[in-house]
């Protein structure tokens, strides 16, 4: 039986560069991955989404040329194109990925299911396809796939997820929508924008959950523009198919028709047939418990990246590498004690870090708030993107930043400079007082910061 120091399972955003990174410390690696290197990110997520979002931008743009003083007298989307340049995208980087690793005897790279499957000693055995192999240390990164809500009669229809959207290449005549989630909106702008008609269903009482209400009304607002329409609180009683289209039926509400149904109603954890059981790893509902060094309860098991819950993100994923490295390979000083970003790319874009508002006033700080208008900024009205407001929040003793939310063009990257402040746990005075470039929507950030004090 091959014996490795460490043998990692999936091969996604925590794998990857784990497995390119141990090998520089010396240390025998195995990786395990099922199906494609990359995982969620780069095979259906992260990269096609994006790059389908871009041909939605540029049709929406080409759409709005008469405002510019252009003349483009009709925009035509060749929807089958456009997914064929995101599945072009992934194709290259999975590629790399795979240049990089594969026929490498360290790591050596396993191409297989895998499970755990007790112990040999101190070692962890696994089966992966048809061999076995030891390890001292295993480390899970198994990822997440798309959960399919047990609604009466989904079981009959052929639902699109986030994981198999890819597939789809004739452009649905109307889409309906479950859930009202990052994917769920950045998917629906997409289809809207390529010419579906579009309806977002949603059980709670606003979209983006995890948002202050004055932003995701904001962002329903803007989407609504757009032609999408919404249906929160709203509650599914059954799905059926009728005629060659499908029926979702809502709790008091009745009957929405539509032709094609696109389920994004959470992420389900990689973890059912992993054999965690058959070395005791803890988990609280498919989810693995890790502490803030990616220890489980088991000494010598780690977890990276989204099983773990909490913040399911690439480049949460990504840094989990670093924990890990440190931990297995270095000095065991990096923790998962960091600020975490995100953002979720509906256009205009939404750029987030630390706490909401909501958050802050519920932590019993005292906090100052500001709010600043995209409009007010030039270089918006100057470039036609006036939508989006900045939201700051700061604790109103040390200055310093609790949390961010800047929704215009451009706002995952232009949150970035709060994400700096927050690291360098500098209070806001250093933006307000900086010189910045006119125009750029950067002076917004400012302008924000300066409302603050
Ligand atoms: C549609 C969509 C869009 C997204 N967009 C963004 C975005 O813009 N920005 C962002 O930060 N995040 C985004 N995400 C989230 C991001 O993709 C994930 O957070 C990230 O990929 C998590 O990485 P991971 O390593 O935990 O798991 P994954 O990337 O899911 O990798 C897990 C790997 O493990 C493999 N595996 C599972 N079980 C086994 C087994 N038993 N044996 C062997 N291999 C196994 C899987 O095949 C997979 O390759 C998006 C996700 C989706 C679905």
Redesign the pocket.
Known sequence: MNHYEVAI????????PLAYALPRAGKRIVL???????????????A???AAIASARLAHLARRAAEFGLRIPSVEVDFAAVIQRARDIVAGQRSGIERGLTGKDNPRVIT????LDGRDGDRFRIV?GDETVLADHVVL??????AIPPIDGIGDLDVIH??N?LEHTELPQRMIVIGGG??AL??AQFYRRMGSEVVVIEALAQIAGSEDPDVAEALQDLLEREGIEFHLEAKIDRVEKRGSGIVVQIAEKGAIAGTHLFV?AG?KP?TD??GLDTVGVKMNRGIVEADERLSTNVRGIWA?????GGP???????D?HRVLYSQIAGDRSRTTERVVP??I?TDPEIGRVGMTETQARKSGKEIKVARFEIRRNSKSLEIGEPDGFIKVIADASTGQLLGAMVMCNEAAELVHIYIDLMNARAPFSVIRDAVYIHPTFAEAIQSAATMLG
């Not at 990276?304 to 773990?308: E, K, P, S, W």
């Open positions: 399972i999936g091969g996604g955003q925590a794998g990857v395990i991955e099922r199906k494609h290197l990359g995982g969620s990110c780069v095979n259906f997520g992260c096609p989404t994006k297989a299911q895998a499970r992966a990164d198994t990822g997440t796939r798309s986030a994981g959207w990052v994917i950045e998917m994004a992420r990689n047939d992993l990276a990246g989204d099983i773990r399911m993100f690439t480049h949460t994923a990504w989990d995100y953002a790319f």
